[in-house]
DNA sequence: CATCAGTTTCAATTATTTCCGAAAATTTAG
DNA sequence: CTAAATTTTCGGAAATAATTGAAACTGATG
C-alpha cells in the first residue's frame, strides 16, 4: 500500500516536472532551468547538484548554469547543511510569491527596454514638421506613455501583498 | 529642409523598426514579426506583401508567413484597394487594443497550456496519504488555484475599454 | 485555355540557443 | 602544503527556430 501511493507521487511529480518544463520554453524560459524548479518546488528536501543532476539526467554543467540563475531570479536559496561541504538548494514554494519573482524579472527583460526605445524614438522625432514626422512622432509618444502605465503597474504589482492583490482582484473580478 | 526631415523621420522610424524587432525576439515574438508590425505601425498607407519585402529586405516566404500570422493575431488587417489585386496591409494603431489582442495570445500561450497541466497534476494526486503526497498535492492544488485565478485576472483585462483600465489603475497607483 | 499577378507551401539552409563533458579553478580538510 | 571535494568555466556538439528561394498553386483576364 505504502508502495503504490509512493509510485502515484513519483509518477505525478515526474509528469508536473516534464510538463513544467516544456511549458518553459513557452515562457521563454529554458527547459532545465523551469525542471530544476518544477523538481525542487516539490521536493521535501533542498538537495544539491549532484542530486538535481542525477534527477534529471543533466550535466553538471547545465544543472550548475541554471541553478546559478535561478538563485539569481530569486526562485531558489542556497542553504549549507551543518557539517556537509556542498551547497543545497531550495525553492520559494509560496506561489504568490513566485508570482512577483517572475513578474519583476519580465519586467526588466519586456517592459523597460521597450520604454527605453520608445523614448528614444519618441524624442528624435520632436519637431519634424512634416505630416508623416507629426504622425510618427505622436505614435512614439502614445506608445511611450502606455509603456511607461505597463512599467508602473508592474512596479505596483510586483510589490503587492497577497492579500491585497486578492483584494484587488475581487473589485476586478466582481 | 523639408528634405531634411524627411531623413530625420526616415532615421528616426528605421531605428524604431530595427529596436522593436531586436524586442521581439525578448518577448517570445520571432524578429520579423515584430519589425513587420513595427513597419506598418508606422506608414502613412497600407502596404503590400512586396513593399514590405523591400522595406525589410527579407524573403517573400517569410514576409508571407509574418504577415498572415499578424492577421491572426489581429493586429494587422488585410485591406484591398479598388481597382487593385493585391492586398494591402494595415496595423491597428490603438496602443490599448494592441496590448489587449497581446494580452489575449499571450494567455492562450502561457497561462491555459500552465493551467491544464497544474489541474492534471493536482487531479493525480488526490488523495495520496503519505506525508510527502500530501505536501505535494497541496502544492498542486494552490499553483492551480493561483493560475485559475491570473486566467480570470488576464480574461478581464484583455476585455477592458482604455477608459476603464485607467480608472481602475488611478486606484492602484493611487 | 494560356497567361499573368499574386499567394502559398515547403525542403534546404542558416542562425540561435541549449547542453554536454571535460578541464581549470577554488575551497576545505588533513 | 597536498590531496580530495566541489564549483565554475568554456569550446564545441546537438537541438531548435527562423529564413530563404524556388516551385506549386489559385483564380482572374483576354
Redesign the interface.
Known sequence: M?VK??D??Q???E??IA??GA?GT???INRTMAQIHALL??A?EPMSTDEVMEALEISRGNAHANLKELVAWGLLRAVVKKGERREYFEAE?D??RI?TVVARERKR??ID??LE??R??AE??RG??????R??HE??R??E??VE??S??AD??AMMKHGFAIQ??AK??G
Open positions: 505504502k501511493a509512493d502515484r507521487l509518477h505525478a511529480r509528469e508536473f510538463q513544467w511549458m513557452q515562457w521563454g518546488m516539490t521535501a514554494k506561489v504568490w508570482f527583460r519586456e527596454p521597450a526605445v520608445v528614444k524614438c528624435e522625432s519634424i514638421a512634416t505630416p508623416e514626422g504622425a510618427f505614435q512614439m502614445q506608445l506613455e502606455f502605465f505597463a508602473r503597474m505596483r504589482v484587488m482582484a476586478l473580478l
